[in-house]
């Protein structure tokens, strides 16, 4: 049942819950309207409600005109300004009152004048001058009458009635069966035709609510539209347990206790042997809210890409499967029951609470606001505020003081669009980095921006960013804890880190390598007595100094400048990456590419030197013996692999681990990335082999000298060098692998379903 109490998570603010108070008021309302007396309007105020009380009673006042317009009644403002002269001053009557009236009037075949209006209404004189053409345009369209109400067990075409599931001013909601088919369906009667048929029997999605077909009756008066029925309620169901519960008495089992709920109230069993109903009920509530944000954002994307805007995403036009699956509707009669809205809010719908600065701002008939801008991001925006609404039991800005009247209530939202979001309850404080919990809340900051431009692109991509908060193990590699090696190599300008990479392992060579040569074979020829003499080569020291001088101030600031050539491009696509641009593909591939060209550039390097050193000694000293040549040239080899393979899987580790995550975690996604990874395995393997020759290389140049015992100590020292470089290699091969496979749930086109039982359609 729904638990009744105090909210320990904390109450939300009165105008938090106003659409809520006034759902419920209208459902009331709605069976008795219109009534005989104005004074009525009172009885179906809650009881407990303390504020916004004018603002109720303009709803209700609207719904009662609009049901007495229906009943060939000519609605009139002044029987109600009469019975409520406190809540309803005529100095302060809301606009939307007085411009429903002139719309209602107008679709019962009266002709009112807008120089009337302005007398009766002298302060809204100007207001009537600028909207009467619109509201001519919207009443010009008509208003259904509504459809008469069916009793349990009648029968309308192919449908029998089992019972109502909610009704508005305009259309009724009922479970019936439908006989040919012998399944239940929701059926929505309504007088007329709209265009809502049409948009929802596009969608075959399975987060979006299946229509299976329309019929009209009674020549085309009765309006029959039949779809998938859902006895697990909706996401406003949940909201609520929300709200009862604090943070760490969340948990995705709260979805499915109100599930069952609603099982329970249509008469019907949980589903046995469920895996999805399992993992739900295990899986912790950040991860759960992303899930059910996955589902919803890949919903809106497939209505996007077929041209239809929602504009009305709100808990209670989310409904949910037995299994716990949220699909999105829009039935214009929301399940939960029947809002009214008046004047531009009718054409452009949706529910103030969740809606986007454009869309408010359009509402509002803002200077410069067009319902034009009121696109696709737009309801990314109200998804995003359902979501935090069901993270938080609480929607993630504040709004403060009592409305009067629909125009407040609006006004006060678009002031709190521009206040900083709300600090949000921590799942567990104690626990000082939950990577899902960090990552849901950024996407959801990103998705509130009050620029559209700055929000995800898509649904698709909001989609992707969520579904980094069901994997906290990949979590941190495209967010980085702050207390990591990963956010510290982040932080540095990419371009030094680059360079970095490619030189250090080249620079340790070279200093091992002219330390190496210089002690086992200048020093070797540099002796002018004792048993070396013979060996003596007069000036062949101050001559390899000269030559390494001038080798080392070529080949490391070229090496140097070269890889802050290949690295620039790379640096620039992270530089924008960081700040929310996606890269491209061809940027992607520049950055593996670099790995490649890191090692090249040592290896190519070291391959020019090892030939400059040997010709040019055996050159100037033409003594030089060949065979010392010959392991000058080896040595060299031995040093530039080092200086080629070390450089490769330093810049892998980095880009895998580090920049890549980097460059895709905008999109979350990139289609190569299964192909990357087979490369990233060949190509390391092919690394690995290089590095394993390494050390074979030292022990052939230990073998093939007949050197002093400190020499061969050295060669030794060499040797062990190599061999633990090889170990290093490999260990940083596996886990550039292992780093790989955790982006493959995020990234992969092969990855697992979310969730157990779920086909995980990419979109």
Same mark, same amino acid.
């Given at each position: 049942?729904?638990?009744? %109490?105090?909210?320990?998570?904390?109450?939300?603010?009165?105008?938090?819950?106003?659409?809520?108070?006034?759902?419920?008021?209208?459902?009331?309302?709605?069976?008795?309207?219109?009534? $005989?007396? *104005?004074?009525?309007?009172?009885?179906?105020?809650?009881?407990?409600?303390?504020?916004?009380?004018?603002?109720?009673?303009?709803?209700?006042?609207?719904?009662?005109?609009?049901?007495?317009?229906?009943?060939?009644?000519?609605?009139?403002?002044?029987?109600?300004?009469?019975?409520?002269?406190?809540?309803?001053?005529?100095?302060?009557?809301?606009?939307?009152?007085?411009?429903?009236?002139?719309?209602?009037?107008?679709?019962?075949?009266?002709?009112?004048?807008?120089?009337?209006?302005?007398?009766?209404?002298?302060?809204?004189?100007?207001?009537?001058?600028?909207?009467?053409?619109?509201?001519?345009?919207?009443?010009?369209?008509?208003?259904?009458?509504?459809?008469?109400?069916?009793?349990? +067990?009648?029968?309308?075409?192919?449908?029998?009635?089992?019972?109502?599931?909610?009704?508005?001013?305009?259309?009724?909601?009922?479970?019936?069966?439908?006989?040919?088919?012998?399944?239940?369906?929701?059926?929505?009667?309504?007088?007329?035709? +709209?265009?809502?048929?049409?948009?929802?029997?596009?969608?075959?999605?399975?987060?979006?609510?299946?229509?299976?077909?329309?019929?009209?009756?009674?020549?085309?008066?009765?309006? =029959?539209?039949?779809?998938?029925?859902?006895?697990?309620?909706?996401?406003?169901?949940?909201?609520?347990?929300?709200?009862?519960?604090?943070?760490?008495?969340?948990?995705?089992?709260?979805?499915?206790?109100?599930?069952?709920?609603?099982?329970?109230?249509?008469?019907?069993?949980?589903?046995?042997?469920?895996?999805?109903?399992?993992?739900?009920?295990?899986?912790?509530?950040?991860?759960?809210?992303?899930?059910? %944000?996955?589902?919803?954002?890949?919903?809106?994307?497939?209505?996007?890409?077929? %041209?239809?805007?929602?504009?009305?995403?709100?808990?209670?036009?989310?409904?949910?499967?037995?299994?716990?699956?949220?699909?999105?509707? $829009?039935?214009?009669?929301?399940?939960?029951?029947?809002?009214?809205?008046?004047?531009?809010?009718?054409?452009?719908? +949706?529910? &103030?609470?969740?809606?986007?600065?454009?869309?408010?701002?359009? &509402?509002?008939?803002?200077?410069?606001?067009?319902? $034009?801008?009121?696109?696709?991001?737009?309801?990314?925006?109200?998804?995003?505020?359902?979501?935090?609404?069901?993270?938080?039991?609480?929607?993630?800005?504040?709004?403060?003081?009592?409305?009067?009247?629909?125009?407040?209530?609006?006004?006060?939202?678009?002031?709190?669009?521009?206040?900083?979001?709300?600090?949000?309850?921590?799942?567990?404080?104690?626990?000082?980095?939950?990577?899902?919990? /960090?990552?849901?809340?950024?996407?959801?900051?990103?998705?509130?921006?009050?620029?559209?431009?700055?929000?995800?692109?898509? +649904?698709?991509?909001?989609?992707? /960013?969520?579904?980094?908060?069901?994997?906290?193990? *990949?979590?941190?590699?495209?967010?980085?804890?702050?207390?990591?090696?990963?956010?510290?190599?982040?932080?540095?300008?990419?371009?030094?880190?680059?360079?970095?990479?490619?030189?250090?392992?080249?620079?340790?060579?070279?200093?091992?390598? #002219?330390?190496?040569?210089?002690?086992?074979?200048?020093?070797?020829?540099?002796?002018?007595?004792?048993?070396?003499?013979?060996?003596?080569?007069?000036?062949?020291?101050?001559?390899?100094?000269?030559?390494?001088?001038?080798?080392?101030?070529?080949?490391?600031?070229?090496?140097?400048?070269?890889?802050?050539?290949?690295?620039?491009?790379?640096?620039?696509?992270?530089?924008?990456?960081?700040?929310?641009?996606?890269?491209?593909?061809?940027?992607?591939?520049?950055?593996?590419?670099?790995?490649? /060209?890191?090692?090249?550039?040592?290896?190519?390097?070291?391959?020019?030197?090892?030939?400059?050193?040997?010709?040019?000694?055996?050159?100037?000293?033409?003594?030089?013996?060949?065979?010392?040549?010959?392991?000058?040239?080896?040595?060299?080899?031995?040093?530039?692999?080092?200086?080629?393979?070390?450089?490769?899987?330093?810049?892998?580790?980095?880009?895998?681990?580090?920049?890549?995550?980097?460059?895709?975690?905008?999109?979350?996604?990139?289609?190569?990335?299964?192909?990357?990874?087979?490369?990233?395995? /060949?190509?390391?393997?092919? #690394?690995?082999?290089?590095? *394993?020759?390494?050390? =074979?290389?030292?022990?052939?140049?230990?073998?093939?000298?007949?050197?002093?015992?400190?020499?061969?100590?050295?060669?030794?020292?060499?040797?062990?060098?190599?061999?633990?470089?090889?170990?290093?290699?490999?260990? *940083?091969?596996?886990?550039?692998?292992?780093?790989?496979?955790?982006?493959?749930?995020?990234?992969?086109? $092969?990855?697992?379903?979310?969730?157990?039982?779920?086909?995980?359609?990419? %979109?």
């Amino acid at each position: 049942m729904e638990p009744k %109490g105090p909210s320990p998570g904390g109450t939300p603010d009165a105008t938090e819950r106003l659409d809520e108070v006034l759902e419920q008021c209208l459902e009331r309302f709605v069976l008795e309207a219109p009534i $005989d007396r *104005a004074e009525r309007l009172l009885d179906f105020l809650p009881q407990q409600q303390t504020v916004h009380v004018p603002f109720l009673l303009a709803e209700l006042v609207k719904l009662d005109m609009a049901a007495a317009a229906e009943a060939g009644k000519e609605p009139n403002l002044d029987d109600y300004l009469k019975a409520f002269p406190d809540h309803l001053p005529l100095g302060k009557l809301p606009f939307d009152l007085v411009i429903e009236e002139y719309q209602l009037r107008r679709e019962i075949g009266l002709d009112p004048k807008q120089t009337e209006y302005a007398e009766r209404f002298p302060q809204h004189a100007e207001l009537l001058a600028r909207f009467s053409h619109n509201a001519e345009t919207v009443a010009a369209a008509g208003r259904p009458a509504a459809p008469g109400e069916l009793l349990t +067990g009648e029968q309308i075409d192919d449908f029998e009635i089992v019972q109502e599931l909610g009704r508005g001013a305009f259309a009724r909601v009922y479970l019936a069966r439908q006989i040919s088919m012998q399944r239940l369906v929701a059926l929505k009667v309504s007088a007329g035709k +709209g265009d809502e048929p049409q948009a929802l029997a596009q969608f075959d999605h399975p987060n979006v609510v299946r229509v299976y077909d329309q019929r009209s009756l009674d020549g085309g008066d009765t309006h =029959l539209l039949y779809m998938q029925y859902l006895p697990g309620g909706t996401l406003a169901d949940v909201v609520k347990r929300v709200r009862w519960c604090g943070p760490a008495a969340r948990s995705g089992r709260l979805v499915l206790e109100a599930i069952d709920d609603n099982l329970l109230d249509a008469a019907q069993q949980p589903p046995e042997g469920s895996s999805l109903r399992e993992w739900l009920a295990e899986a912790p509530w950040p991860i759960a809210v992303a899930w059910l %944000g996955v589902q919803l954002g890949r919903a809106l994307d497939d209505a996007h890409r077929r %041209g239809v805007l929602h504009r009305d995403v709100k808990p209670a036009n989310v409904l949910l499967s037995a299994e716990g699956v949220p699909k999105l509707a $829009d039935f214009n009669v929301s399940m939960a029951g029947a809002a009214g809205r008046a004047g531009a809010a009718a054409t452009l719908g +949706g529910s &103030i609470g969740y809606m986007a600065p454009e869309h408010l701002a359009a &509402i509002g008939g803002l200077p410069g606001a067009s319902p $034009d801008e009121v696109a696709e991001r737009a309801d990314l925006y109200s998804l995003a505020v359902l979501l935090w609404e069901l993270w938080q039991g609480r929607r993630p800005f504040a709004t403060q003081g009592e409305v009067d009247s629909w125009t407040d209530a609006l006004a006060q939202q678009i002031v709190a669009r521009d206040e900083e979001l709300l600090e949000p309850e921590r799942q567990d404080p104690l626990v000082a980095d939950d990577s899902s919990e /960090r990552v849901l809340e950024s996407v959801l900051r990103e998705t509130l921006a009050q620029e559209a431009d700055n929000r995800p692109a898509s +649904g698709a991509e909001l989609a992707g /960013r969520l579904q980094l908060a069901l994997h906290p193990e *990949a979590a941190s590699l495209f967010d980085p804890p702050k207390a990591s090696w990963r956010r510290w190599v982040l932080s540095a300008p990419a371009v030094v880190m680059i360079a970095s990479a490619v030189l250090i392992p080249n620079i340790a060579a070279g200093l091992f390598n #002219y330390f190496y040569n210089d002690q086992q074979i200048i020093q070797r020829h540099n002796k002018p007595d004792g048993e070396m003499a013979a060996l003596h080569i007069e000036g062949i020291e101050p001559a390899f100094e000269q030559l390494s001088t001038v080798v080392n101030l070529i080949a490391f600031p070229l090496g140097g400048l070269l890889a802050i050539y290949y690295g620039w491009p790379v640096a620039r696509a992270i530089f924008r990456a960081k700040r929310g641009e996606p890269a491209t593909g061809q940027e992607i591939d520049q950055v593996f590419a670099l790995c490649h /060209r890191g090692a090249l550039l040592g290896g190519v390097l070291w391959g020019v030197a090892s030939l400059v050193f040997p010709i040019t000694l055996k050159v100037w000293f033409p003594e030089f013996p060949l065979s010392e040549a010959y392991h000058f040239c080896l040595s060299l080899l031995v040093c530039g692999g080092v200086a080629a393979v070390y450089p490769y899987f330093l810049l892998t580790t980095g880009v895998a681990a580090v920049y890549y995550p980097q460059l895709v975690r905008t999109p979350m996604a990139d289609k190569e990335f299964d192909r990357r990874g087979e490369r990233l395995r /060949r190509s390391g393997e092919l #690394y690995l082999y290089a590095a *394993a020759v390494i050390p =074979l290389a030292s022990i052939v140049l230990l073998a093939s000298l007949d050197a002093e015992r400190e020499s061969r100590a050295m060669i030794c020292w060499s040797v062990f060098a190599t061999m633990l470089g090889l170990f290093v290699a490999f260990k *940083a091969y596996r886990y550039v692998l292992a780093t790989w496979a955790r982006m493959k749930p995020v990234l992969s086109t $092969d990855r697992p379903a979310e969730a157990p039982g779920l086909h995980d359609s990419m %979109g």
